[in-house]
T-cell receptor, first 109, second 115 residues
Framework: DAKTTQPPSMDCAEGRAANLPCNHS???????VYWYRQIHSQGPQYIIH???NNETNEMASLIITEDRKSSTLILPHATLRDTAVYYC??????????FGSGTQLTVLP | GAVVSQHPSWVICKSGTSVKIECRSL??????MFWYRQFPKQSLMLMAT?????????EQGVEKDKFLINHASLTLSTLTVTSAHPEDSSFYIC???????????FGPGTRLTVL
């Protein structure tokens, strides 16, 4: 599966939107973009995924560029409980997740 | 989302003993389960993939005789760390995947400490 690049860390003020970028310039046509997060000492939690259209659920929105080479996860109103490591992962036919180093999001009061 | 449990949540054992960790999908049938290991301040590393009723497929560098995986039913997989040593101390996490579904749902993890 193709690789993703994420900033190692980001801060966000509580109540504001958190926008987490992910670059995946070598993404293949059949690869989905998945986002998971891991709160300290817990198992990862599924957030959202998409192929080429923008997606929204109760947790977040996923914006994928038209060329699919990058995406942004948006947490519309960040809370302190959203502090976690966020992983952007490409998932293809192998159906296996390969975790990179992710982005440590810290929501500040 | 689907719920996956792990037991125990933490375990301390002596060097040379074996430890079994259970992973259960509580509200769906998991045709595939994955086992990961995570060392402090590092990302998750896939250890092995198991399909119900089949032998597990291990990632390169993971000893299959040391980390025994059994996936005997659609709701239960077990990981046994045999002859554990201090370097096996880690956070072990399982995930479960239903048939024809890409999403993996993760358990809460098991922290293993080998003295």
């Amino acid at each position: 599966d193709a690789k993703t690049t994420q900033p190692p860390s980001m801060d966000c003020a509580e109540g504001r939107a958190a926008n987490l970028p992910c670059n995946h310039s070598t993404i293949s046509g059949n690869e989905y973009v998945y986002w998971y997060r891991q709160i300290h000492s817990q198992g990862p939690q599924y957030i959202i995924h998409g192929l080429k259209n923008n997606e929204t659920n109760e947790m977040a929105s996923l914006i994928i560029t038209e060329d699919r080479k990058s995406s942004t996860l948006i947490l519309p109103h960040a809370t302190l409980r959203d502090t976690a490591v966020y992983y952007c992962i490409l998932l293809g036919s192998a159906r296996q997740l390969t975790f990179g180093s992710g982005t440590q999001l810290t929501v500040l009061p | 989302g689907a719920v996956v449990s792990q037991h125990p949540s933490w375990v301390i054992c002596k060097s040379g003993t074996s430890v079994k960790i259970e992973c259960r999908s509580l509200d769906f049938q998991a045709t595939t389960m994955f086992w990961y290991r995570q060392f402090p301040k590092q990302s998750l590393m896939l250890m092995a993939t198991s399909n119900e009723g089949s032998k597990a497929t291990y990632e390169q560098g993971v000893e299959k005789d040391k980390f025994l995986i059994n996936h005997a039913s659609l709701t239960l997989s077990t990981l046994t760390v045999t002859s554990a040593h201090p370097e096996d101390s880690s956070f072990y996490i399982c995930s479960a995947q239903g048939q024809g579904v890409n999403e993996q749902f993760f358990g809460p993890g098991t922290r293993l400490t080998v003295l």
